[in-house]
């Protein structure tokens, strides 16, 4: 089955520069979604269709996708944006099939 | 305003059914792709389900496929997810969410199955 696949961890001092990656074969052809959530809460829709920020979202959130792999990057990154970020996308099959990536737990310290 | 409410959870013994609800309002239900996502007790998101439109096409993940059913009433703004054989790894907060290309997605706020005996 398709597999999106994020690094577990990230790491960043206050105003830093965060990037998390995600990688997946249908990535060309199909958009990324990113979602952060910290612990308790429901997710909340950072960056959608590969690059657009929802309203809301501060800039410091951006995303972009280049062949099979796709960036979000939070510039200036700061101790709120401490969470646990997931990228979505969908196969390749026509079956519109979605998925997750694991998960990257976003440490700012 | 957009919104979406997920109902319906319950604990449920291994082997039963569920079927949760998820009433839309705000936007143009009919017109919108729907899924459920799903979220064991300190795991990850996983993708359990989507449906088209007009309910004419659906796919699952493969862990639910044959014991899950989606489906939509367009007239009652209503999606629905009919569970049944249900195990204990199906416990879960199952959240609904719209999705049409160049729109956010939008979640509902989720609601909790808990699968045991």
């Known amino acids: 089955s398709y597999e999106l696949t994020q690094p577990p961890s990230v790491s960043v001092s206050p105003g830093q520069t965060a990037r998390i990656t995600c990688s997946g074969d249908a990535l060309p052809k199909k958009y990324v979604y990113w979602y952060h959530q910290k612990s308790g809460q429901a997710p909340v829709l950072v960056i959608y269709?590969?690059?657009r920020r929802p309203s809301g979202i501060p800039e410091r959130f951006s995303g972009s996708s280049s062949g099979t792999m796709a960036t979000l990057t939070i510039s200036g990154a700061q101790v709120e944006d401490e969470a646990d970020y997931y990228c979505?996308?969908?196969?390749?099959?026509?079956?519109?099939?979605?998925?997750f990536g694991g998960g990257t737990k976003l440490t700012v310290l | 305003e957009v919104q979406l409410v997920e109902s319906g959870g319950a604990l449920v013994q291994p082997g039963g059914s569920l079927r949760l609800s998820c009433a839309a309002s705000g936007f143009t239900f009919s017109t919108y792709w729907m899924h459920w996502v799903r979220q064991a007790p300190g795991k990850g998101l996983v993708w359990v389900s989507r449906?088209?439109?007009?309910?004419?096409?659906?796919s699952y993940a493969d862990s639910v496929k044959g014991r899950f059913t989606i489906s939509r009433d367009n007239a009652k703004n209503t999606l629905y997810l009919q569970m049944n054989s249900l195990r204990v790894e199906d416990t879960a907060v199952y959240y609904c969410?719209?999705?049409?290309?160049?729109?956010?997605?939008?979640w509902g706020q989720g609601t909790l199955v808990t699968v045991s005996s």
């Open positions: 449906i088209n439109s007009d309910g004419s096409s659906t």
């Open positions: 269709e590969d690059s």
């Open positions: 969410i719209r999705d049409r290309t160049g729109d956010p997605p939008i």
């Open positions: 979505y996308s969908t196969d390749s099959s026509g079956n519109h099939r979605g998925v």
